[in-house]
């Protein structure tokens, strides 16, 4: 266990903010977790609980304590068809995926390279490439900080949506996560339609794709467009992409025919929010030290020394000429502290 006061958590963020917070603690069991929720003061909160800091944007010091799983492991459960991959909530969440279709358990291919713990992906119901986490996700394990019990919660429980889950909302600092389930297909089904991933293997001359060859292809989409956090501080996407009554996506498809859109239900359309922010100019745009990246304008940047203040300062532009262009609000997808 690290327990560390003034902590600098400029290595633990992937914007590379440099902040502070008044104690850090990283815990490598459960057992350990509760004896620091039984020992918490009143001077040690509020507290934040965090994963691998790729969802994060600091923009001062956090004046409490924050609570960091070190828990490890991957265990197997062999269902017949299936299998369950039980996973410490500190786990690399890549490395889970590359375990996984190492082994021949299928699912989780498309969410290849999100960056992240495995903790992380059931708050956040990670997703991408027309998958999220929620639909291979079998269970969180996870403790009440004013209880100390634990809780098995299945995903029916936690109200999963669009980068929505009851660990954002009502439960948001109540549960620390320890362990998360993941139920795996041993039959391969490829999702290959959102995007360009289609499009990639077609160039490569693969019509019946192996899950490696999909996790591969996203991969390499990923790192063709997206800027490593060791170059350009950033946490991926910033802003989610909107949905909007079909009404309201209807008028807007009449002035800008061209303008990529997935439904979501008869009732409303999804909009990529990098579209919408290219179109008002901002791709490869600067403020400062703050910049909006040159081939993915739902990306954010830190070229180097920017604060907090300054990537929120961007952001606020950003989402100002959105909403003057096209009507809509376009919100951040990242914790901003």
């Not at 954002?168 to 995007?195: D, S």
């Amino acid at each position: 266990m690290i327990d560390k006061i003034n902590y600098n958590l400029l290595e633990h963020n992937t914007f590379g903010i440099n902040e502070e917070c008044r104690r850090y603690v990283s815990f490598d069991t459960e057992e350990e977790l509760l004896q620091v929720l039984q020992a918490l003061q009143p001077s040690d909160l509020p507290f934040l609980i965090l994963g691998g800091g790729s969802n994060l944007l600091l923009t001062k010091k956090f004046e409490g304590t924050v609570l960091h799983s070190a828990i490890r492991g991957i265990e197997v459960k062999d269902e017949g068809e299936s299998v369950l991959l039980r996973c410490g909530s500190g786990e690399c969440w890549d490395e889970v995926v590359d375990y996984a279709v190492s082994r021949g358990y299928y699912g989780a291919e498309n969410l290849s390279l999100i960056p992240g713990e495995v903790g992380a992906s059931a708050v956040q119901n990670i997703g991408a490439y027309g998958r999220e986490v929620k639909d291979i996700l079998e269970t969180v394990e996870a403790v009440d900080v004013k209880t100390f019990e634990k809780h098995v919660f299945k995903a029916s429980e936690c109200d999963y949506g669009y980068r929505h889950s009851r660990f954002k909302a009502e439960w948001k600092n109540r549960f620390v996560i320890t362990h998360v389930t993941y139920r795996l297909q041993k039959t391969f089904t490829p999702f290959i339609e959102y995007g360009n991933i289609l499009g990639e293997l077609e160039k490569r001359g693969i019509s019946h794709p192996t899950a490696s060859q999909v996790r591969e292809v996203v991969i390499d989409i990923r790192n063709a467009k997206l800027p490593d956090p060791k170059v350009f501080g950033n946490a991926g996407s910033f802003f989610m992409n909107p949905v909007v009554k079909i009404e309201m996506f209807k008028a807007l498809q009449q002035e800008y025919p061209s303008m990529p859109h997935y439904p979501v239900s008869e009732q409303f359309e999804k909009i990529p929010a990098g579209w919408l922010i290219d179109q008002c100019g901002w791709k490869g745009r600067a403020l400062g030290r703050a910049a909006v990246h040159d081939r993915q304008a739902l990306v954010l940047i830190n070229k180097g020394g920017a604060t907090g203040e300054e990537i929120l300062s961007l952001s606020d532009a950003v989402r100002k000429d959105v909403k003057k262009k096209f009507g809509i609000d376009i919100s951040p997808e990242v914790n901003i502290l």
